[in-house]
C-alpha cells in the first residue's frame, strides 16, 4: 500500500532480506523433506507400503482433476478476459537490485531427497535401527524449532520484500 512512499533503499533492503530467506530456504528443502517423509514412513511401521500406494494414487487422481477443471474454466473463462486486454504501454524502466546476494551451495535437488526417504523410510519401516530413528527424529525436532522460531516469524518479511519488489 505505501511502496511507492518508501526510500529505494528501505525497498532494497527488503527485497534482500527475501532473496536471503529464499536461498536458505532453498538450501534446507532436500534435508526438510527427506527428513518428515522418512520419519513419517517410519512411523508407519509395516503399513508404510499400503499406505504410501495410496496416497501416491490419490495425488495422481487429484493432480489430474486439478489439471481438468483447470483447462475447462480456462477454456470459459479466459477468452472474455484477454479480449479486453492491451498490454501496449508496459514498461519496465528500472530494475530492483538487491544490496547483495550470496548463494549456498544445492547438495541435492528436492526430488531426489523425496525419492531417497521414500526408499529409505520403506526400508527402515521393516528393519528398524534405533540409532538412525533418533537421530532422524532429532533432525526432524530441530527442523520444527527452525520454522516455529525463525521462518514463521520472518515470513511476514519475505513476503513484504517480494511485494515490493512487485510493486
Known sequence: L?????????????YTVSLCFKEVLGFLLPIII????????????????????????SIFIS?????????GVSLLVLPSLVGS????????????????TFALPKIFRADYALFAAI???????????????????????????FFTFIFIPLLPLYVLGFLLEIQ
Do not use: W
Not at 527427506?34 to 494414487?57: D, E, Q
Not at 493432480?63 to 483447462?71: D, M
Not at 486486454?85 to 547483495?100: N, R
Not at 523410510?121 to 520444527?144: Q, S, T, W
Open 85 to 100: 486486454l492491451c498490454v501496449d504501454g508496459l514498461s519496465c524502466d528500472k530494475v530492483l537490485q538487491p544490496l547483495f
Open 119 to 145: 526408499i529409505a523410510g520403506l526400508l527402515f519401516a521393516f528393519i528398524p535401527m534405533g540409532h538412525v530413528e533418533r537421530g532422524i527424529a532429532r533432525l526432524k525436532n530441530n527442523l520444527e524449532h
Open 63 to 71: 493432480n489430474a482433476c486439478a489439471a481438468l477443471l483447470t483447462y
Open 2 to 14: 505505501f511502496g511507492s512512499y518508501l526510500p529505494e533503499v528501505v525497498i532494497q533492503f527488503f
Open 34 to 57: 527427506f527428513t518428515f517423509v522418512f520419519v513419517g514412513l517410519i512411523s508407519l511401521k509395516r503399513n508404510a507400503p499400503a499406505i504410501l500406494a495410496i496416497l501416491i494414487g
